[in-house]
């Protein structure tokens, strides 16, 4: 069964759905591209693209029609017509108001469904993972898994944030990812309290910690992970914190499971960081989706009350920051299941010192 087909089983709010996204069009079709529209009947469903796209789609998509997008209007008024079509959903979640209004404007004879019903649907369906997709994401991990590791020689005193970021950017690409999850975060010493942080020209010194936060993208797909380093001897206190850390996330991952809700997951994890002492250092979510983009639902966060689906991606990735002194990040992305879940990412997550 294709996703369009698996759309409309559980979407019935209009006769047709307009996808005009960039990711979810991604997703239903197989095929990156900057334009067209999907539009989706339950019998059948049509790309429209346009001439720089036409080759590709032709050769590679196979779960709707191709159709060269010529002139928007009358082309999706003729299928709507063919289909017998009264009414057409869009999606809330990434249409503009302008383009809604240009489509309530060219399509007065047909019912514009503008509620959250068809955003929703899409949300519902890709929080669970086929095995393609988590077969994708397994790749992207590996991308990422392979780089930090032939970084870690790298990373040494003297060198700038920036330099190791360039040098695992480097890597990545290197070893086949198609893109960055995201721009890639490598903080040292004092600036690791900043959970989002930009690298900078600072350098590394002996006695800090050095927190890396990045992934790789393969097929579209994302992957994402956390390591916090020590270069030289870390101090007591940057032990303790440490572990209190590595504590959380491995109960988190524990409790990990399909069903568990968002809310339930984050607490887990959580509450051994406010009982040793740091409740108010922790001030990020535990976790959130990965897939065809770096945060997608679901999500572990306090209020997040929804269940956590089986074949769900989520990160589980604690941290601690204490502003002036440093910040701590563990972070690894499992598959939920029934009896708990599959770790996607296999690199050490004790504290290892970087000589």
């Given at each position: 069964?294709?996703?369009?087909?698996?759309?409309?089983?559980?979407?019935?709010s209009?006769?047709c759905?307009?996808?005009?996204s960039?990711?979810?069009?991604?997703?239903?079709?197989?095929?990156?591209?900057?334009?067209?529209?999907?539009?989706?009947?339950?019998?059948?469903?049509?790309?429209?693209?346009?001439?720089?796209?036409?080759?590709?789609?032709?050769?590679?998509v196979?779960?709707?029609?191709?159709?060269?997008?010529?002139?928007?209007?009358?082309?999706?008024?003729?299928?709507?017509?063919?289909?017998?079509?009264?009414?057409?959903?869009?999606?809330?979640?990434?249409?503009?108001v302008?383009?809604?209004?240009?489509?309530?404007?060219?399509?007065?004879?047909?019912?514009?469904?503008?509620?959250?019903?068809?955003?929703?649907?899409?949300?519902?369906?890709?929080?669970i993972?086929?095995?393609?997709?988590?077969?994708?994401?397994?790749?992207?991990?590996?991308?990422?898994?392979?780089?930090?590791a032939?970084?870690?020689?790298?990373?040494?005193?003297?060198?700038?944030?920036r330099?190791v970021?360039?040098?695992?950017?480097?890597?990545?690409?290197?070893?086949?990812?198609?893109?960055?999850?995201?721009?890639?975060?490598?903080?040292?010493?004092?600036?690791?309290?900043?959970?989002?942080?930009?690298?900078s020209?600072k350098?590394?010194?002996?006695?800090?910690?050095?927190?890396?936060?990045?992934g790789?993208?393969?097929?579209?797909?994302?992957?994402?992970?956390?390591?916090?380093?020590?270069?030289?001897?870390?101090?007591?206190?940057?032990?303790?914190?440490y572990?209190?850390?590595?504590?959380?996330?491995?109960?988190?991952?524990?409790?990990?499971?399909?069903?568990?809700?968002?809310?339930?997951?984050?607490?887990?994890?959580?509450?051994?960081?406010?009982?040793?002492?740091?409740?108010?250092?922790?001030?990020?979510?535990?976790?959130?989706?990965?897939?065809?983009?770096?945060?997608?639902?679901?999500?572990?966060?306090?209020?997040?009350?929804?269940?956590?689906?089986?074949?769900?991606?989520?990160?589980?990735?604690?941290?601690?920051?204490?502003?002036?002194?440093?910040?701590?990040?563990?972070?690894?992305?499992?598959?939920?299941?029934?009896?708990?879940?599959?770790?996607?990412?296999?690199?050490?997550?004790?504290?290892?010192?970087?000589?």
């Amino acid at each position: 069964m294709t996703k369009l087909e698996k759309l409309f089983e559980i979407f019935e709010s209009a006769d047709c759905a307009l996808i005009t996204s960039d990711i979810n069009r991604r997703y239903f079709t197989g095929m990156k591209s900057s334009a067209g529209i999907v539009l989706a009947f339950p019998d059948k469903a049509y790309l429209l693209i346009d001439f720089r796209y036409l080759e590709k789609a032709q050769a590679t998509v196979t779960d709707a029609e191709v159709i060269e997008l010529k002139k928007l209007v009358p082309q999706i008024t003729e299928l709507l017509k063919k289909h017998d079509a009264k009414s057409m959903a869009i999606e809330s979640e990434t249409l503009t108001v302008k383009e809604l209004n240009t489509y309530k404007h060219y399509f007065t004879n047909i019912n514009i469904v503008d509620d959250d019903s068809l955003s929703n649907s899409i949300t519902n369906l890709r929080m669970i993972k086929d095995d393609y997709e988590i077969e994708c994401i397994q790749k992207a991990q590996d991308i990422a898994e392979k780089s930090l590791a032939q970084l870690m020689p790298y990373i040494k005193a003297g060198r700038t944030e920036r330099e190791v970021c360039l040098e695992l950017n480097r890597l990545m690409f290197e070893n086949g990812a198609e893109d960055l999850s995201f721009d890639t975060i490598v903080l040292s010493g004092v600036n690791t309290s900043m959970p989002h942080g930009v690298p900078s020209d600072k350098k590394i010194e002996n006695g800090e910690f050095v927190l890396i936060d990045f992934g790789a993208v393969y097929n579209g797909y994302h992957s994402d992970m956390t390591r916090t380093f020590c270069v030289g001897e870390p101090t007591e206190e940057m032990k303790k914190v440490y572990n209190v850390v590595l504590d959380a996330q491995l109960k988190g991952l524990e409790s990990a499971k399909a069903d568990i809700k968002g809310n339930e997951l984050d607490d887990v994890s959580r509450k051994i960081i406010v009982q040793a002492g740091y409740g108010e250092y922790f001030g990020h979510s535990l976790g959130h989706g990965v897939g065809l983009e770096i945060h997608e639902k679901p999500n572990a966060s306090p209020n997040y009350r929804l269940s956590l689906p089986k074949g769900a991606v989520v990160t589980v990735e604690p941290g601690i920051y204490i502003a002036g002194k440093f910040g701590i990040r563990i972070e690894d992305f499992v598959v939920l299941n029934e009896n708990g879940c599959d770790n996607l990412t296999k690199f050490d997550k004790n504290l290892i010192s970087l000589n």
